[in-house]
T-cell receptor, first 113, second 109 residues
C-alpha cells in the first residue's frame, strides 16, 4: 500500500521561475493538505483540497501561490515567480476523512538561487 | 487561535536512557498526532492519539484531553531516535494540523 508520494524530492529554481510540486495521496484518500516548513521551524498549514475543490486556502500567500487537485492525477502546488523567501520544505498530507490521521509524504525541498 | 507548546525545546541523552516529551495545547481538539522528523527531513507518523494511551515498541504516548496535554515516552533510547519530535493538533470543528515548535533530541552513543 503506497504512502503519500511527492515529487520531486528536491527542486532548484532561479528567482523569477515557476515551481510545480506534485502530490499523489494514499489510495482511497480524497482529502489533501499542503504544509510549508521554513528552516528551523514547525510546519504551517497552507491549503486543504478535496477532488476538484479548494476547501480552505487561508494559509496560502495571497499572490503567486496556487493549488489544485483535479479529478484525475496528482494535487499540484504551483509557485509563480519564485523569490528567495520561498525556499522551504513543502509537505503534502492526505486522509480518508476528517478528523482522521493525516499521512505525510517525504516533502519537496525547494531551493531558490 | 489554538496554541501548542512543546517542552523541552532541546534534549541530549545518553544511549539507553529514557525520556518524556510534553505537549500542551490551549483548546479542545479532535486530533492529536506525534511525529518524528529524522535528520533527512522525513516526517514519520508515530501516534494518532486524541485521547488515551498507546504503545508501539519502545515508544508510548498518553493524551489527557480534559487537561489539554499529551506526553510521549521514549524508553531505552537509541542513536536513531535523534531528530525533532513534533506534536500537532486539530481544533474541534477544524481540519488544520497546528504544529508545536518541536523538541530537538540528540542521543549520544
Amino acid at each position: 500500500n503506497a504512502g503519500v508520494m511527492q515529487n520531486p524530492r528536491h527542486l532548484v529554481r532561479r528567482r523569477g521561475q515557476e515551481a510545480r510540486l506534485r502530490c499523489s495521496p494514499m489510495k482511497g484518500h480524497s482529502h489533501v493538505y499542503w504544509y510549508r516548513q521554513l528552516p528551523e521551524e514547525g510546519l504551517k498549514f497552507m491549503v486543504y483540497l478535496q477532488k476538484e475543490n479548494i476547501i480552505d486556502e487561508s494559509g496560502m500567500p495571497k499572490e503567486r501561490f496556487s493549488a489544485e487537485f483535479p479529478k484525475e492525477g496528482p494535487s499540484i502546488l504551483r509557485i509563480q515567480q519564485v523569490v528567495r523567501g520561498d525556499s522551504a520544505a513543502y509537505f503534502c498530507a492526505s486522509s480518508p476523512d476528517r478528523p482522521a490521521t493525516q499521512h505525510f509524504g517525504d516533502g519537496t525541498r525547494l531551493s531558490i538561487l | 487561535g489554538i496554541q501548542v507548546e512543546q517542552s523541552p525545546p532541546d534534549l541530549i541523552l545518553q544511549e539507553g536512557a529514557n525520556s518524556t516529551l510534553r505537549c500542551n495545547f490551549s483548546d479542545s481538539v479532535n486530533n492529536l498526532q506525534w511525529f518524528h522528523q529524522n535528520p533527512w527531513g522525513q516526517l514519520i507518523n508515530l501516534f494518532y492519539i486524541p485521547s488515551g494511551t498507546k504503545q508501539n515498541g519502545r515508544l508510548s504516548a498518553t493524551t489527557v484531553a480534559t487537561e489539554r496535554y499529551s506526553l510521549l515516552y521514549i524508553s531505552s533510547s537509541q542513536t536513531t531516535d535523534s531528530g525533532v519530535y513534533f506534536c500537532a493538533v486539530v481544533r474541534d470543528s477544524s481540519y488544520k494540523l497546528i504544529f508545536g515548535s518541536g523538541t530537538r533530541l540528540l542521543v549520544r552513543p
